[in-house]
């Protein structure tokens, strides 16, 4: 490789020596405050996985008083799109990871000048040339598909006009990771084939693009998911081409689902837009995601945010993919809405109660009503949006009634139950500890546990079998309306059965 600076050396011309210079490399970036860099391309909403990328860059800049850099990689024309970039933008900002935090946005299209400087000093230091080889070309001559380039190119001398440009990778030894996750990974040059980095237009690819704006950045380590490993020799041969000392690398594990497949837009929700609107709180999301390969220690899962700040290391996170379990993500939920103070869980779920979403118009919204029925929703929901049939019954000028509901609970004796209940909440003390009594008199009377009888009253009340506490639900609805409804269920009980055969 002519003029080729910082070449890794053979195994045999290593004997350990490499290894070792790697492991103190990563030691010297630890002793200085480290630079990070979350780089997506705004090509669609925010995937979790890379969510969780963007969390384990900010917490290690944290934990070590470093940076952390946000470049927009933008140079795919053709699918990107304004909104997706503040998609991005904005979904990390509900993460917690605000602008306030991070150095940028910056866009990889701003870069454009030192892409092409970079191609212009490896094409001078020899470490690159100009190829026209089609695919087809490259078959036809090694009569194998699979197999890579063969440097058909490497000595034409070719001119730039409508050829790619490739770096020249060596044709012995092996380039070595060190990686923070997952140790020492060699990668033998005989099996890396001259690989493009420049496109016959002139337009610089992903591979040197992304090697100088890291190194424009200053970035000390590269954490990224698990899929780049296999690019992380070339780059480390580019970094090292151009004269940079290589960062430190962390490629952690991919998400997958329950039938442990690498998570997959097309098989399963993976944009973290979509579990906000859920309504999955971000301190909720922000938890279960770091869990996803790394441990606190312990039985910990629900951990304090500052201690996750306090502990998370790059060396404790494990290799094997992780599981992205939804419905353990939901308990995570459940339990962060529980443990809200009672004013912010109100809070949290106005976009539901008040937003274009909801069923009912802003003048039938009673703020008052919803502040009486918010603690008893509180402990029943596990996601913001659930809240919506659970206090529908009592905006709504009528239940929403759930037909499998009305089957199960209208059944003989409802009538009697309906009627009775008419008659005992007319003058009913209207408190909840005296209207369940009422209720608890009328199954007395017709020889059925509460539940059961209780089961007509909160379907013709709520629409459903099951919801808030029935006697505070009813309590808060009033009198007026309670026993409207119980009228309204009769007359359609009393209706069915006369058109019944």
């Excluded at 996601?383 to 929403?400: G, K, Q, T, Y």
Aim: charge should be neutral; proline fraction near 6%.
């Amino acid at each position: 490789m002519a003029g080729k600076a910082a070449v890794p050396c053979t195994e045999t011309e290593r004997s350990g020596v490499g290894t070792q210079a790697s492991e103190n490399a990563a030691r010297r970036q630890l002793n200085r405050p480290p630079r990070v860099r979350f780089a997506p391309s705004p090509t669609g909403m925010l995937h979790v996985g890379g969510a969780r990328s963007a969390l384990f860059n900010w917490v290690f800049a944290k934990r070590h008083g470093g940076a952390l850099v946000l470049r927009i990689e933008d140079t795919d024309a053709s699918r990107n799109r304004p909104e997706w970039t503040q998609g991005i933008i904005d979904s990390l900002a509900w993460l917690g990871i605000t602008p306030a935090e991070y150095e940028g946005p910056h866009l990889q299209s701003e870069y454009a000048e030192q892409h092409a400087q970079a191609q212009r000093t490896l094409l001078e230091a020899g470490d690159a040339y100009y190829c026209d080889c089609a695919r087809e070309a490259v078959v036809a001559r090694t009569g194998d598909t699979h197999r890579g380039y063969d440097g058909f190119c490497r000595d034409r001398g070719l001119s730039p006009a409508g050829a790619a440009l490739r770096f020249r990778t060596p044709d012995v030894g092996s380039t070595v990771i060190n990686d923070l996750v997952r140790g020492e990974v060699s990668f033998e040059h005989a099996a890396l084939e001259d690989f493009v980095i420049a496109r016959g237009d002139g337009s610089t690819t992903f591979l040197l693009a992304n090697v100088v704006d890291d190194a424009t950045a200053r970035i000390t380590h590269v954490i990224r998911a698990e899929e780049h490993l296999s690019n992380a020799p070339k780059q480390q041969l580019l970094w090292q081409a151009l004269g940079y000392p290589p960062p430190t690398w962390a490629h952690v594990s991919i998400l997958v689902d329950h039938a442990r497949k690498k998570l997959s837009k097309r098989r399963n929700k993976v944009a973290l837009e979509a579990y906000r609107n859920e309504g999955f709180l971000a301190e909720a999301m922000r938890n279960y995601l770091m869990l996803l390969g790394w441990s606190p220690g312990g039985d910990r899962e629900i951990v304090p945010w500052k201690l996750i700040e306090a502990e998370f290391e790059l060396s404790e996170v494990t290799s094997s993919p992780a599981f992205f379990d939804v419905d353990k993500l939901r308990a995570f939920n459940g339990e962060y809405i529980r443990a809200l103070p009672l004013a912010e869980f109100i809070t949290a779920c106005q976009p539901w109660l008040v937003g274009e979403s909801a069923p009912w118009q802003i003048t039938e919204f009673d703020a008052d009503v919803f502040v009486a029925l918010a603690p008893h929703a509180q402990t029943r929901i596990v996601l913001l949006s659930e809240i919506v049939p659970m206090v529908d019954f009592a905006f709504l000028p009528h239940p929403v009634r759930d037909e499998q509901s009305w089957n199960k609970a209208m059944k003989d004796p409802a009538e009697q139950i309906l009627d009775a209940a008419i008659t005992a909440f007319a003058d009913v003390k209207w408190e909840p500890l005296a209207l369940k009594a009422a209720m608890e008199q009328i199954s007395l009377g017709l020889g059925l546990k509460l539940g059961k009888a209780q089961a007509p009253v909160r379907v013709a009340v709520t629409g459903r079998t099951v919801g808030l506490p029935l006697f505070e639900s009813l309590a808060i609805l009033g009198r007026k309306r309670t026993l409207q409804r119980l009228a309204d269920a009769q007359r359609a009980l009393q209706q069915s059965r006369l058109t019944t055969p």
